[in-house]
C-alpha cells in the first residue's frame, strides 16, 4: 500500500532560519504529491503540489521537488518566520485517496 | 463564505451516547471525506463518498455511519461513544480523486467523558 514516512518532529528554529521536513513515500504508480499546513486550531490547508516528477511546487516562499528516483518531496523555505509555526504534513494521492505522514511540529522562536 | 463548514466545532460527551457531526461544502466539489486526526496529529481517512456513493470505507468501528443526503453534505453519526473516539475529526472535500488536493474544514474536537 501507498505510505508517507516524514522526519519526525518537534522542529524548533530560530526566525531567518533555514527550513528542511523531509518526506519520503512508498506508491505503486504515480502519484500526486502535497505539503499541508495546519495552523493551531485550524483545518488542513493546501501549501504546495506537485503532479509529477521534477515538477516544484512554491507557495508563500515554501518549495518542493517531485523527486521520483529517491521517490523524495522534501519541504524547504530559505528564511522562516514566527508566523510559520504550525504542523507540515506530507501527502500523495493516488487510488482516489489521500495518504498523510505523520505531520511534523515546526515552532519559530523570534 | 466558508468553502467547507463543520459543526459542531466542540463536543463534550458521555460515553455510550449517540453523537452526530455534520459537514457541509459550497465548493461545487462531488467527493467528501471525514478524517480523524488522533492526539499525536496523525491524520487517518475514514470514508469518502463520491456523489452520493460511498467509495472508502476505512476500517473503522461499524458504530460509526456516514450519511451523504447529497453531494454538498456528508454527515458522520457516531453511536455508543467510547473514550477512545475523542480526537478531532476533519470533513474534507475534492473535485474528483484528489489529485489537485482537498479543501479541509476547520474540524470538530470531540471529547468523550
Known amino acids: 500500500g501507498n505510505s508517507v514516512t516524514q522526519m519526525e518532529g518537534p522542529v524548533t528554529l530560530s526566525e531567518e532560519a533555514f527550513l528542511t521536513i523531509n518526506c519520503t513515500y512508498t506508491?505503486?504508480?504515480?502519484?500526486?504529491l502535497f505539503w499541508y499546513v495546519q495552523y493551531p486550531g485550524e483545518g488542513l490547508q493546501l501549501l504546495l503540489k506537485?503532479?509529477?516528477?521534477?515538477d516544484k511546487g512554491s507557495n508563500k516562499g515554501f518549495e518542493a521537488t517531485y523527486r521520483k528516483e529517491t521517490t523524495s518531496f522534501h519541504l524547504e523555505k530559505g528564511s522562516v518566520q514566527v508566523s510559520d509555526s504550525a504542523v507540515y504534513f506530507c501527502?500523495?494521492?493516488?487510488?482516489?485517496?489521500?495518504?498523510f505522514g505523520s505531520g511534523t511540529q515546526l515552532t519559530v522562536l523570534p | 463564505d466558508t468553502a467547507v463548514s463543520q459543526t459542531p466545532k466542540y463536543l463534550v460527551t458521555q460515553m455510550g451516547n449517540d453523537k452526530s457531526i455534520k459537514c457541509e461544502q459550497n465548493?461545487?466539489?462531488?467527493?467528501m471525506y471525514w478524517y480523524k486526526q488522533d492526539s499525536k496529529k496523525f491524520l487517518k481517512i475514514m470514508f469518502s463518498?463520491?456523489?452520493?456513493?460511498?467509495?472508502i470505507n476505512e476500517t473503522v468501528p461499524n458504530r460509526f455511519s456516514p450519511k451523504s443526503p447529497d453531494k454538498a453534505h456528508l454527515n458522520l453519526h457516531i453511536n455508543s461513544l467510547e473514550l477512545g473516539d475523542s480526537a478531532v475529526y476533519f470533513c474534507a472535500s475534492s473535485q474528483g480523486v484528489s489529485t489537485y488536493g482537498s479543501t479541509f474544514g476547520s474540524g470538530t474536537r470531540l471529547t468523550v467523558v
Open positions: 463518498y463520491n456523489n452520493k456513493e460511498l467509495i
Open positions: 501527502a500523495l494521492s493516488e487510488d482516489r485517496q489521500l495518504t
Open positions: 506537485a503532479t509529477k516528477a521534477d
Open positions: 465548493l461545487g466539489h462531488d467527493t
Open positions: 506508491a505503486t504508480g504515480y502519484p500526486s
